[in-house]
């Protein structure tokens, strides 16, 4: 491994040069950020016009790989068969590749263009689907997740080819459309091109985390996530609640006492057996988490949230990080609206997930799971039918701290905002990460943009102009650096 | 009281000559429900689009009975300021009349224009807002709650205009388009115009329920209705589920909580104190539940439910009809589509409503409510705000049986369908029945229409056909035996 104070350092003006052009074109950079988050690209409701929205945002991004020079293929990806028996295409997965030089070090950027939905009634204070600028901040879906670091990266590259700079690094884009419907199609793609698309890969580079307080960051794990439906049904229709109240097994009712089956008030799963599996905490990792920057009251403020449930920060991060946690988004098919309906609903669906933490398995959690919600269901002697489906069982990752990308990461970082990265984890799920390192046992870095209060997949989701500018000033010192450190292995190999 | 065997019936001639008018235009009055329902006269989601379907649909219903020679009022009931400030008009009530002579009685229909929500995507088989005729079955909302009874009432009286014959009654109309949201301005009406508009009437009609089986029925008592919002408040926004799920008391699990405080699996409602002013159940009483047609098997069949709470009939009944009862209805705020949104909702705000029985009262179940909720919550000891109202409090009715119109409403129903009605009771919320009799010391017969299996606030409403025009002409005898027991009353005071 290379000191940090290496001799060979690229070369100050060249960084200074890209610095100052990425500078000088931040407003073309957010006009075509602005035309991305455009795109209504929403991929986990699967209708005809957001499917058309999400081919169209592929194809946008595609056109701005090959005016960057890149060699661009469209993967088809085949079709999804819904509930109802509609068909839908599944959007192509882009492959692109920049430079095939083998003395060059290999990065490959793998990024999302789909977005969770958004609508302004949600409580979004401007149109969620045009980019808005307000006190630097830029606000609009998928600007932080994940179509501004997208960008952030295509600017790196483009620096240097405007400049008619040598790009130091063979560059290759995984970017899909599918991320938040869980990556639907990618594993398939990755198996497949494993000694085609991605035998010369050096390193594989995701940008779609956040920053855990105002200090940039690099993450080296992720929690996985299994996501359950429940079912409970009386009929297909609903009823009306005076003519039928008082007489029936109300779905709503069953639901309402499964879900409340699944947590105490101390957000503690009560499913049995669930932190059988559960790593336990090393005393190393008790001291990483002590020395982690984290501001308390800042980080609640920037929330907006009154009291965590936990007071310090060792114990927030530990169940943010290595603790599974569950949380309950929501009931489909009841009364959701403004207003008031009295409706007796005939057939609920709840929707709940659990996010995973070394050493989880989702076969076992989901086994777990139903178990649970069988004895729950069967103790209330319901006339009514309940089904429970996991819809999604992703596993947790964690990355070796020791690799060259995580070095030539911090050192980026150190150049663009002259402070060390935290090495933090992160909460949530980029299943793609677990895949790469299993699959492909290629070595991954996490490179989070985003700053803590972006509000990804929720309302008001913003970037900074400041991230994603400096962002984009990070890659393409990323680049030098990996350039410097391949160069420096091939002299003198470990 | 006059005996049934009276031998002033009303012309046998007059009465076949309506019916078959009736029959021979039946196509016509179809056609016209199928004008009204295409109206989205939704009243409960307050927006400017369904406010002007509204304004559209009492403009349409006060051009039909003018073309039948009524005077029509609109009567302004001014506007109502919503959550987020906004002021949208509340439709007119329409006073109409037709006729004023002393020596006739005077009867007053009430019935309403708005309609519970609806969309096809709820699961309607056929677009819910155009009226399509399956095997003999309108469907379509507000096909039986509640325009095609008003219409049925309009057609009646047409019939004798058409035939050019002596209505033997007074007739006045009162028509709103707020009672699926609680009949806002109505009462206020009522009150102004005790010794105006209302001040010669007779009795008032409506036609707002089901029968009980396939047999015609009269209803002698409705139930009362609180409706309850609890709102559990993080934040406005929502968070996402793996960068904040572990550490926040989050809103769901605690509305899960307190909605699952409420009732327990039996549907035993759990708010304590709520069952203390619950009429006790009297020996007649019993006797009149024992008497009461329903064959279990096919109410369950047209209900399509496998099973109810309670195995016998007088359960059944007393359990719809004389005891309280509390539905959830859904939950506004958190994710309540399809697919799969990995959100933890920041707001969230329970829906439910307890149906009142006699001798309950709205104020005394709100306090309960509250208590209740606010106990279970401070339990859990969350960081969360919670807040709880009751949006609506209207109280149940309970009519004499012994009076004019009963009578009257019997021998019309013997006249059309040879069978004596059964009375019953009805779980749902006439909150206008109890207003007509506090305030007006009027009269009310229930006289409803349309068939158990009407589906009324539910997926795919219809009507009958048959009960449709069949309706047509028991409004049409009652008529005749309203007169007829009005002239033996004036020959012979009790």
């Keep these: 491994m290379s000191s940090p104070s290496s001799p060979s350092s690229p070369p100050a003006g060249l960084v200074q040069k890209l610095f100052q052009y990425i500078d000088l074109h931040q407003d073309e950079f957010v006009q075509t950020l602005k035309e991305w988050v455009a795109v209504e690209s929403v991929s986990v409701q699967p209708v005809p016009r957001l499917t058309q929205e999400l081919l169209r945002m592929m194809a946008l991004a595609a056109a701005a790989l090959r005016r960057l020079g890149a060699r661009v293929d469209l993967v088809d990806s085949g079709s999804q068969q819904l509930p109802d ?139 996985g996530n299994s996501y359950f439906t429940v079912e409970v049904k009386c009929r297909d229709q609903d009823f009306h609640s005076g003519t039928f109240g008082g007489i029936l097994n109300e779905p709503m009712a069953d639901l309402v006492a499964l879900l409340g089956s699944l947590t105490d008030a101390s957000g503690r799963i009560l499913v049995p057996g669930i932190y059988d599996h559960v790593a336990p905490v090393t005393e190393e990792e008790r001291e990483l988490y002590a020395a982690t920057d984290l501001d308390l009251a800042e980080f609640r403020r920037s929330a907006q949230v009154k009291k965590f449930l936990f007071d310090t920060k060792e114990e927030i991060l530990m169940h943010l990080w290595r603790y599974p946690s569950l949380s309950i988004h929501g009931i489909e098919g009841a009364f959701a609206e403004p207003g008031m309906k009295t409706v007796v609903p005939g057939r609920v669906t709840g929707k709940f997930s659990i996010r995973l933490v070394p050493h989880m398995d989702p076969p076992v959690v989901e086994r777990q799971v139903k178990q649970h919600l069988q004895r729950v269901f069967s103790g209330r002697k319901s006339s009514n039918h309940m089904a429970v489906s996991m819809a999604l069982g992703l596993r947790p990752w964690v990355a070796g701290l020791e690799d060259s990308q995580y070095l030539a990461g911090k050192r980026a970082i150190e150049t663009v905002f002259g402070t060390e990265p935290d090495m933090i984890r992160d909460g949530s799920t980029i299943p793609i990460a677990q895949i790469f390192q299993d699959v492909l046992q290629k070595r991954v870095l996490m490179l989070p943009l985003g700053a803590v209060d972006d509000g990804e997949h929720s309302q008001n989701e913003k970037i900074n102009r400041r991230n994603y500018i400096e962002g984009s000033k990070v890659f393409a010192a990323f680049f030098l650096e990996m350039a410097r450190l391949h160069e420096q292995r091939q002299h003198c190999p470990a």
Tied chains: 1, 2.
Excluded at 107 to 120: E, I, K, N, R, S
Excluded at 192 to 202: A, L, P, Q, Y
Aim: charged letters at 25%; a negative charge.
């Design 85 to 223: 028996g509609q068909t839908l295409p599944i959007p192509p997965i882009i492959l692109a590749e920049l430079g095939d030089e083998p003395k060059k070090p290999t990065v490959c950027f793998y990024g999302h263009l789909d977005v969770q939905p958004a609508a302004q009634a949600d409580g979004w204070l401007t149109d969620p689907f045009v980019l808005t600028e307000v006190d630097g901040k830029l606000y609009g879906r998928g600007a932080t997740d994940n179509k501004g670091p997208v960008l952030a990266w295509i600017n790196a590259v483009s620096a240097f080819r405007a400049l008619e700079e040598d790009l130091p690094v063979n560059v290759k884009f995984v970017l899909e459309g599918m991320e938040e419907a869980g990556s639907v199609a990618l594993e398939e793609l990755v198996k497949r091109e494993k000694d085609g698309f991605f035998s010369r890969v050096d390193c594989i580079v995701i940008s779609d985390n956040l920053w855990l307080s105002q200090r940039p960051a690099l993450i080296y794990g992720t929690r």
